[in-house]
């Protein structure tokens, strides 16, 4: 009797101890040479989107789909410089594809601000508020360069990340969206 009392506190510890959360991951990553704090292979981090039209959806609603992240600002020369890129060989290609979202997320600026820098640049996809920059705190360093992006498979995972605007890196990324709606 006195070895089953035994098994089964054994028992009760053990379940109580798997049902703790996982402190290690609460610890902040140290941003890697790009200003990233997330990796390829990562889960990609959940946030609320935030449309310019007042609705919001959580990212995790749109699993299942590839997801283009692209981080921007009106003030930024090269986002300015990537924009018609994406806008012409991604956005064009995939807007009608229903496993693919492009989101560009705008960087601390009021939606007027940016209701004019979308207008300026001619882009068409989606361009989304983080007013406060939150969501880009789950991805980079607070001060990191904002021009980046972000493709997240269907799974929900990270698969490829970019910094600035490099024509082979870009022309990569693009066949790797591709490869990824097959």
């Known amino acids: 009797m006195k070895q089953l009392l035994v098994i089964i506190a054994l028992l009760i510890c053990n379940y109580t101890i798997a049902q703790q959360p996982d402190k290690t991951n609460d610890k902040p990553k140290e941003p890697d040479s790009r200003g990233y704090i997330v990796n390829v292979g990562d889960m990609a981090p959940i946030f609320t989107i935030q449309y310019l039209d007042g609705t919001s959806k959580q990212l995790s609603d749109l699993k299942g789909k590839v997801i283009m992240l692209q981080f921007t600002a009106s003030w930024c020369g090269v986002c300015r410089k990537e924009m018609p890129h994406i806008e012409a060989d991604i956005w064009q290609k995939h807007k009608n594809n229903p496993n693919f979202i492009l989101l560009g997320i705008d960087l601390k600026e009021k939606p007027e601000v940016i209701k004019k820098f979308v207008e300026k640049t001619g882009v068409t996809y989606p361009i989304v508020l983080d007013p406060e920059g939150e969501i880009f705190a789950k991805y980079a360093e607070k001060n990191a360069g904002v021009t980046r992006n ?33």
């Open 150 to 182: 972000i493709i997240i498979d269907k799974t929900g995972k990270i698969s490829f990340l970019t910094r600035l605007f490099d024509e082979n890196e870009f022309n990569t990324m693009k066949a790797h969206i591709d490869n990824l709606l097959k």
